[in-house]
């Protein structure tokens, strides 16, 4: 198991724009009712979902990350131009090759960057901040494009009741810059982060399929898909015993006490998780946001797009503290937190 280690460099990095994309169609808890044995009460009770966004058949990974990186671009008042680093969180690339990234650098003509792609899963958009925040903070970047996105849809089994139910399509994006005078005035910034993984907990939740170690039979028709296996009450003990942990440590190098966060943003996988860890920091149920009710859990997209909807609905202001954490397949987790 490895953990990051404590923040060195100042705080130069801000988030200086996000936005996000989900798609049309809404999958209903009575719709999933119609093609395997659940109903709305029995997946509401267990995890706070009542619906989720499915893709469509031709729209990628790459497409909605593009939809949302183009608002997050308009948000932070910038051009495509100025964006010299593009990194996108994604366990659904829309090919092996080349990455995710590079297909939105070339719809949005952002020809000024490097781009690449970090898989790690559901934390895929935290490990990606921190990633671009010491690309900035070393002075070798100073405007990056993050994305957190998946189309899950196309990894599930939809006969499995204990995973179609939790999963949905989106994306999530941020433009993170250096500092202004203005930022410099209300101390807004990454303030501290913790990445860490364990890989001795790679089975509990993974999906095999076309990859270096699976061999491709001769014929391809019967190639095997890949599809979600998920171990879920060995998730749910690491998801609550590790990131409980993150949070206190990112708090803790953050220089805050848990009562100074204004708002947590969480995970949005499952409403049980939410409320251990909120709890855990002795947070009211009123500073944690939610919208996984909306969308299940969209995976790397989770996370960027809640801080998305936080921002425009007026739940973020300025010189909020705001813990950010998120959990995923490896196992990975990380946590941040941030000052609006």
């Known amino acids: 198991m490895s953990h990051s280690t404590p923040d060195t460099t100042p705080c130069v990095t801000t988030i200086a724009g996000t936005g ?25 009770s267990r995890t706070g979902i009542r619906e989720r966004r499915i893709a469509a058949a ?30 996108v ?28 792609d970090v898989s790690a899963a559901c934390a895929g958009f935290l490990f990606a901040m921190q ?8 002075g070798n970047r100073s405007t990056a494009l993050i994305i957190g996105a998946d189309k899950l849809s196309v990894l599930i089994d939809w006969t499995d009741r204990n995973t179609c139910v939790l999963f949905g399509d989106g994306a999530g994006a941020a433009i993170l810059r250096r500092r202004t005078p203005d930022d410099e005035a209300t101390a807004s910034g990454l303030l501290s982060s913790v990445l860490a993984s364990d890989g ?52 803790s190098r953050a220089g805050l006490p848990a009562a100074d966060l204004d708002l947590i943003i969480p995970h949005q996988a ?4 939410v409320d251990a860890i909120r709890e855990r920091l002795g947070l009211p149920p009123e500073k944690a946001f939610l919208n996984l009710q909306k969308y299940g859990n969209t995976s790397g997209a989770a996370i960027a797009i809640a801080l998305d909807e936080a921002s425009r609905s007026g739940r973020l202001k300025k010189g909020d503290n705001v813990l950010l954490v998120a959990f995923g397949a490896g196992f990975a987790w990380a946590a941040s937190v941030i000052r609006w």
């Open 200 to 251: 001795n907990l790679t089975g509990i939740l993974h999906a095999p399929g076309i990859g270096s170690a699976q061999t491709l039979p001769p014929n391809p028709a019967v190639i095997p898909e890949p599809i979600i296996h998920m171990m879920g009450k060995e998730v749910f003990k690491a998801a609550v015993k590790n990131t409980c942990e993150a949070c206190e440590t990112a708090i």
């Open 20 to 44: 996000s994309y989900v798609p049309e169609r809404i999958l209903s808890n009575a719709d999933l009712a119609k093609i395997v044995d659940t109903s709305d009460e029995w997946i509401v």
């Open 58 to 87: 031709g729209e990628t990974t790459s497409d909605m990350c593009t939809k949302a990186a183009r608002l997050a671009i308009e948000s932070a008042g910038i051009t495509a131009a100025e964006i010299d680093l593009i990194i």
């Open 131 to 138: 990633i671009a925040r010491h690309f900035i903070n070393g």
């Open 89 to 116: 969180g994604t366990v659904t690339p829309d090919s092996l090759f080349p990455s995710t990234a590079c297909y939105v650098q070339q719809n949005l003509g952002a020809s000024n960057a490097v781009a690449f």
């Open 270 to 273: 499952n409403v049980r998780i």
